[in-house]
């Protein structure tokens, strides 16, 4: 019998790995590493910016800041390079300072003025937006060499395809998710908020600590986030990546992650974003199909995936209500 | 039921200092913000456009107050309303009249509503979940309706739905008092407001005191769904066409603002529409202030955060609580003294 807990993670998996394989029986040229890279190079942004997201759903928390963190991000880096003589590493660290101290920041709202998450972060979501068009309302063309040294630098792949910097930033940022959540303390007190803010208590687990942390890592991968869309599209536009929030969180619950908190694993979100490029590229290579269509294929999916959820949640309860034997008011 | 006027205005008495505050802003930065005049059969002011540009976010707030009283949130309203918008703009173009056009809008309306609500009452999914999905596709839906253009329409009927008038008032100011009346009045001199309420406080011990909380769930979201599709053919009349990706955008979380503007709590239970109207008219005029004043619209955004942190502030349970025990801790406390309600010195901390 497969465990139910690897369930949703194993469903995603096979999703993916059956969507690829039609893709791929209707257009050969879908195997090629050329798709596999720009697969790769495209969602980067939204890759990174997923990991945070799936650490805030597992504390059973939401994040609606992270577009407008990114377009923030894009914006300011494009102007301290234009108006300053920075070098971008430094403007690097700056902003990514900057939007570490804004998740941290939400996160100690959330936690000690015990508010909703969802309407802080909507705050910050209007904060960070109107922050960046206060910076410009342009957009910015960012134009400095070692942005050009780092968009140069690939690993050209058999078949022509590219492999990108920030693509491989993106699995790492995965890896490195993956390690946090399932291999240390503090991963387990994230899952440990999740099943419940009165249980961690009574468990030890530093809710204030935590919570804080959790926006913080947040808020600091929407600024990487924001790092590599700039390096992706070598501008800054206060007006860019609206909406990134919603298709994080829908690849963080298309990956298996329980949105009320508690279960799921970083690794199901990776493939709920290449699930989300997959269904891109396929509109693409079809041709015919509208963009609309993706929309509309990502809702269905997250309300199978969201279905699938509520039906293992409810055949759980009713294993355990016939294991212990009493039927106990839900 | 003449006890419940003073009732009422105590509980809507923050809003109203916010909104005079604001409103008296307005005037700082144009004197004449109060003249309203007479002009071609139609009134004519800036107080006027406060109350009619704030009519899609009012209709919308007031679907939305009776959601968050049962502890859910709509996230879909603003897609619901692009839906909205599309089936009536394109049922026109059709050739149908304008009657059968808002029919059509507020039947699909009412179907998004329907949606949201067996997912949330029948299947159990929490609503913020369950309304993302909508909120996902519903854009995407609306882009088949109009079949990806923007679908203009010269249909005389409809029009006057978001740019007519009545009486010399612009509709949407009409339809939306009139809708915000009818709920109020459905709520109030009926035990609904209660039973929601009571869907809001505990669901599950309303379910065990009778009340048929799946029903009504129901319900509130069919009421949301309503609400978004009126909001969405006004927006559409008022440009005489209906854009998929624009309409609506971003509109549910301002009727989500309006609602804690209006002091309703998140977490479900007590609530007022009134109020939270109340709450519509202030981010509309946040939103006069700042055009008024001659500031760059880019600072818009950012005096709305500060505007929702500082609310959100004096209404957190930490900081009514902090009140509290300083009050309780004052030198000429006695001990049976009432306990304060939280939220209650909004006027000068907000301003």
Partial sequence: MIRST????????????LAYALCAAQYPAMLSTRVVANLLTDNAFLGIVAVGMTFVILSGGIDLSVGSVIAF????????????????????????????????????????????????????????????????????????????????IYWKAPGGGRFRLIGGLMILTFIAGALIAHRTRFGQNVYGLGGGAQTARLMGVPLASTTVGIYAISGGLAGLSGIVFSLYTSAGYSLATVGVELDAIAAVVIGGTLLSGGYGFVAGTFFGILIMGLIQTYIVFDGTLSSWWTKIVIGALLFAFILLQKGLTWATTTRRKRATGSAQPS | MSATTPSLLKRITPQLIILAVVLGLNVLVFPDFFDVSFRNGRIFGNLVDVFNRGAPVALLCIGMTLVIATKGIDLSVGAVMAIAGATAASLVTEGHGWGTALIGALATGLLCGLWNGVLVAVLRIQPIVATLVLM?????????????????????????????????????IVIWLALGTLATLAVRRTALGMLIEAIGVNEASSRLAGINSRVLLICVYLASGLCAALAGVIVAADIKGADANNAGLWLELDAILAVVIGGNSL??????IVASLIGALIIQSVNSVILLSGMPPEFNLVIKALLILAILVIQSPKIGHLIYMLRASGPESLPERPKPAPSKAPGDSTS
Wanted: net charge negative; charged share 10%.
């Fill in chain 1, 6 to 17: 690897h369930l949703p993670l194993m469903v995603t998996l096979a999703t993916f790995v």
């Fill in chain 1, 73 to 152: 991000t894009g914006v300011f880096l494009a102007v301290v390079l234009r108006d300053t003589s920075m070098h971008p590493l430094t403007a690097f660290a700056l902003v990514l300072a900057i939007t570490t101290g804004f998740g941290a920041a939400m996160g100690a709202t959330i936690h000690y003025l015990e508010m909703p998450p969802f309407i802080v972060t909507l705050a910050g979501m209007f904060l960070a937006r109107g922050a960046a068009y206060v910076l410009s309302t342009d957009s910015v063309p960012i134009t400095h060499e070692f942005y050009d040294t780092l968009q140069d």
């Fill in chain 2, 136 to 172: 996902v596709a519903g854009r995407g839906i609306a882009q088949l309706i109009t079949e990806g253009t923007i679908l203009t329409f010269n249909n005389e009927g409809l029009i006057r739905l978001g740019a007519g008038t009545v009486l010399g008032i612009p509709t949407p």
């Fill in chain 2, 267 to 272: 977490l479900g239970g007590r609530f007022s």
